[in-house]
Nanobody
Framework: QVQLVESGGGLVQAGDSLRLSCTGS????????MGWFRQAPGKEREFVAA????????YYVDSVKGRFTVSRDNAKNTVYLQMNSLKPEDTAVYYC??????????????????WGQGTQVTVSS
């Protein structure tokens, strides 16, 4: 069992940066692929980024490549999403999630067993 809690969301202007954090409970956190998803009003939840259990490999959706960076600190049971050059279209509720599968399946939300409650990110133009 892993419980996940996100933090770091807020209201920013276009071009600004935010760093989201997701802290997990349990001693097995380091064994999970960790992913970030987002859901905008009226839209489906979409994959954003993921990181392997060791932190050696990452994977991003094309729309955030070069702007977002996912990282993790297994000693702190925490995964981060650094978001730079934010755009209004990044506005969404952001969720972190834990998957026992390999990184190759990271963009499938069905592969994740545990989810956080979400944190709102709003980017004004």
């Amino acid at each position: 069992q892993v419980q996940l809690v996100e933090s770091g969301g807020g209201l920013v202007q276009a071009g600004d940066s935010l760093r989201l954090s997701c802290t997990g409970s349990g001693r097995t956190f380091s064994s999970y692929v960790m992913g970030w998803f987002r859901q905008a009003p009226g839209k489906e939840r979409e994959f954003v980024a993921a990181i392997s259990s060791s932190g050696d490999n990452t994977y991003y959706v094309d729309s955030v490549k070069g702007r977002f960076t996912v990282s993790r600190d297994n000693a702190k049971n925490t995964v981060y999403l650094q978001m730079n050059s934010l755009k209004p279209e990044d506005t969404a509720v952001y969720y972190c999630a834990a998957s026992p599968q390999h990184l190759g399946l990271a963009d499938f939300s069905s592969e994740y067993d545990y989810w956080g409650q979400g944190t709102q990110v709003t980017v004004s133009s």
